[in-house]
């Protein structure tokens, strides 16, 4: 059961260059979210997701993008990178549901560094 | 929207010895509250929560409680170890209300002094 993964673990990239940061979980969890995390922030909601083609913005969207077309997919592109946008990126999935109250299993991260 | 601030930012304490780190939030809608812990390098990961209908819960050396009231809640960690060095970080969410966002604090830094 490989859980949540994230690729790559590590990325560089110039400024204005696409990125994208793909997130896979295997659980068949009903919402996904992406995170950012910088020194002094915490962790920061950029998007996320209640099902499959449901997509909702967190409280840092600008300048990032996200679909879902499949349930176990939850890519993350940067259209346009700027280095603000340098963080390390966490994935996260929850079962959702009801009124359950549910854990976020968060993915191993990927950093980010753009020149 | 939710707003969680945390403290303290930092705090060193000798082993064995408790931690306390606490919480505020903002909105009186929040009904769940988390806790989780970040190793270096590594992915957070919940440790303990809380829900509004309960005050206070505990887990082995660690417990968190809820004053729904003041809109506060606080982690309580006892006889403290080293591997208790981490980055821990509150959370508040409106479970249930059709969105499961979490709202985190800032973090605090804890470090166990051997």
């Known amino acids: 059961d490989a859980g949540i993964t994230q690729s790559p673990r590590y990325k560089i990239t110039e400024t204005g260059r696409q990125v994208t940061l793909m997130c896979h979980q295997t659980?068949?969890?009903?919402?996904m979210f992406w995170y950012r995390q910088d020194l002094g922030h915490g962790l920061r909601l950029i998007y996320y997701?209640?099902?499959?083609?449901?997509?909702d913005k967190g409280e840092v969207p600008d300048g990032y993008v996200v679909s879902r077309s499949k349930t176990e997919n939850f890519p993350l592109t940067l259209e346009s990178a700027t280095r603000s946008q340098t963080s390390v990126y966490f994935c996260?999935?929850?079962?959702?549901?009801?009124?359950?109250?549910?854990?976020?299993?968060f993915g191993p991260g990927t950093r980010l560094t753009v020149l | 929207g939710e707003n969680v601030e945390q403290h303290p930012s930092t705090l060193s304490v000798q082993e064995g010895d408790s931690a306390v780190i606490k919480c505020t939030y903002s909105?009186?809608?929040?009904?769940?509250f988390p806790w989780y812990k970040q190793e270096l390098g590594k992915r957070p990961q919940l440790i303990i929560d809380?829900?509004?209908?309960?005050g206070e819960k505990k887990d082995q050396r660690i417990a968190v409680t809820l004053n729904k009231t003041a809109k506060h809640f606080s982690l309580h960690i006892t006889e403290t170890q080293p591997e208790d060095s981490a980055v821990y970080f509150c959370a508040a969410s409106r479970a249930g209300a059709g969105s499961y966002q979490l709202t985190f604090g800032k973090g605090t830094k804890l470090s166990v002094i051997p």
């Open positions: 659980w068949s969890h009903s919402y």
């Open positions: 809380i829900r509004s209908n309960v």
């Open positions: 996260a999935s929850s079962l959702g549901g009801g009124t359950a109250y549910n854990e976020q299993f």
């Open positions: 909105d009186s809608a929040s009904n769940y």
């Open positions: 997701s209640a099902a499959a083609d449901i997509t």
